[in-house]
T-cell receptor, first 113, second 114 residues
Framework: NAGVTQTPKFQVLKTGQSMTLQCAQDMNHEYMSWYRQDPGMGLRLIHYSVGAGITDQGEVPNGYNVSRSTTEDFPLRLLSAAPSQTSVYFC????????????FGAGTRLSVL | DQQVKQNSPSLSVQEGRISILNCDYTNSMFDYFLWYKKYPAEGPTFLISISSIKDKNEDGRFTVFLNKSAKHLSLHIVPSQPGDSAVYFCAARGTQGGSEKLVFGKGTKLTVNP
């Protein structure tokens, strides 16, 4: 059971470039979310989804887009990367209405130059 | 406005002693609290949780205490082991706009010295 898988693990971008951070889970969880972790800031919610076709904004959504076409996948898109988006990104999932524990992926470390 | 606060960025204890990590929150509507543990280059992993209707939950060496009137919770690790060295995040579950969300504190880095 792979759990939550994030790719890539590391990425370096130039300002203005676009990219997609991939997240996949094999636990059939309806709820998926994206967080960013910055030094001294903890984890902050970017976007989340309670099921296929349903997404919503979190605490820091600006500069990021998401879509949820399947239960398994929840990609995070940076349309025009900025140095302020240099961070470690974590994807998480949990079943809706059952329990409160979110399961996290290993993270993607992104540097925007 | 930070709703979940971990005021100690770091904590150092000796192996075998008790580690106490603290967390304060401001939103009285939070109904569930969790502690996550994070090693470098890994994602956070769930450690222990407590419902707002309880004041204590214990799991082996780990105990979480909740004081609702003070809006304070703490994680006790007894006895502490070097493998417990990690960053610990406190998180609180709330509902906004009909959707539940977790709000995290900034984390406390625990170092257990042999």
């Amino acid at each position: 059971n792979a759990g939550v898988t994030q790719t890539p693990k590391f990425q370096v971008l130039k300002t203005g470039q676009s990219m997609t951070l991939q997240c996949a889970q094999d636990m059939n969880h309806e709820y998926m979310s994206w967080y960013r972790q910055d030094p001294g800031m903890g984890l902050r919610l970017i976007h989340y989804s309670v099921g296929a076709g349903i997404t919503d904004q979190g605490e820091v959504p600006n500069g990021y887009n998401v879509s949820r076409s399947t239960t398994e996948d929840f990609p995070l898109r940076l349309l025009s990367a900025a140095p302020s988006q240099t961070s470690v990104y974590f994807c998480a999932s949990k079943p809706v209405g059952q329990g409160n524990i979110q399961y996290f992926g290993a993270g993607t470390r992104l540097s925007v130059l | 406005d930070q709703q979940v606060k971990q005021n100690s960025p770091s904590l150092s204890v000796q192996e075998g002693r008790i580690s106490i990590l603290n967390c304060d929150y401001t939103n009285s509507m939070f109904d569930y609290f969790l502690w996550y543990k994070k090693y470098p280059a890994e994602g956070p992993t769930f450690l222990i949780s407590i419902s707002s209707i309880k004041d204590k939950n214990e799991d082996g060496r780990f105990t979480v205490f909740l004081n609702k009137s003070a809006k304070h919770l703490s994680l006790h690790i007894v006895p502490s082991q070097p493998g417990d060295s990690a960053v610990y995040f406190c998180a609180a579950r709330g509902t906004q706009g009909g959707s539940e969300k977790l709000v995290f504190g900034k984390g406390t880095k625990l170092t257990v010295n042999p």
